[in-house]
């Protein structure tokens, strides 16, 4: 889909009738960081979250709304991608039978898409039919037990994203509103998912985004509430997890309000990245691959408000942050050795952008 020197993405954002445009196709220079728009798509209302088949064939886009189609609940859709040009055909939409569908992910084999639905405080399980089209959910998974202290946020439970661990045997739901993860075993035949053990976070935390090392010793959560990143070292046997170190992510000193939001470790495992929304800052940290554990490298202005959701290059050259109340998705340099940001001075006007995916 380009030439040596260019990487492709797609950014997910908020619509509005005046910004219809939920899904950006769009150009990066990997050697200048200079960004374009390729080409818009404006069929789907608030396509928040987006996730890639492991064969960059297909595109999956939450629509993160109350209702669908005059029923209870978002929905889902499936795009088939052109190889050549990137462009989108929708295959077609399903209902998530839950309210506000914000993260969506697919297990390792290609036969289930998860959704995580925020104000539903569930997850919805659907099939992968052949040419990548989605079949009607087959599994609606209630979260339920004590909420949070926080009464303006943690008035129930909120299911903020699901992620397959990297052997596929397991898949982790934070929820926010009760300050846990969910673990859910992945059925071996069919994908769908069972309960199957839980780790508790600090109170207050909100848990939101989940990423794992490489070797699956360790995962990382972003806690969004209490601006904090936890450590937890994972058994994959077991599929049991346990609380490490936390670390916040906002600079000694800061005294304004400021959320999380995102959280990625670089393809080689040494550095680990969090969203300050608020703060508007990039927290970057470094990784002790032996213990998990994580020391503060430092902090890069998003140059925009509220970054939402980033992501790093294919090359790892560069930092692509999605600042949803500017409108802006600036491109940040990334320092291979120290982990560290700097601005580039590219950008592109993208109305409420939420979600970047590198095909």
Known sequence: MGLLNEAYFYVGAY?????????SYCRLNTETGEIAIVDTYRDLPNASFLALNEARTVLYAVSETDTYEGRYGGSVAAYAIAPETGKLTKLNQQPTNGSSPCYVSLDREGRRLYVANYMGGNVT?????????LGAPVQLLQHAG????????????HAHSIVPTPDNRFAIAADLGLDRLLVYAIAAESGDLAPHSEAALAAGAGPRHLVFSADLRYAYAV???????????YDAATGCMAVVQSLPTLPAGFSGESTCADIHLSEDGRFLYASNRGDDSIAVYAVDRQHGTLTVAGW?????????????????????AANQDSSSLV??????????????????A???PVCVKFV
């Not at 969004?224 to 990143?229: I, N």
Request: charged share 20%.
């Open 15 to 23: 619509t509005s009738d005046s910004e219809p445009t939920g899904i």
């Open 125 to 133: 399980v659907l099939p992968i039919q052949v040419d990548g089209s």
């Open 146 to 157: 004590a909420v949070g202290p926080r009464a303006d946020r943690q008035e129930a439970p």
């Open 223 to 233: 806690n969004e509430l209490d601006s904090t990143v936890t450590v937890l070292s």
């Open 300 to 320: 890069a202005s998003t140059q925009g408000r509220t970054p939402r959701n980033f992501a790093l290059s294919p090359d790892g050259g560069f930092l692509l």
């Open 331 to 348: 491109v940040l340099r990334r320092s291979a050795e120290t982990g560290l940001l700097e601005e580039t001075g590219f950008t592109a």
């Open 350 to 352: 993208i109305s409420r």
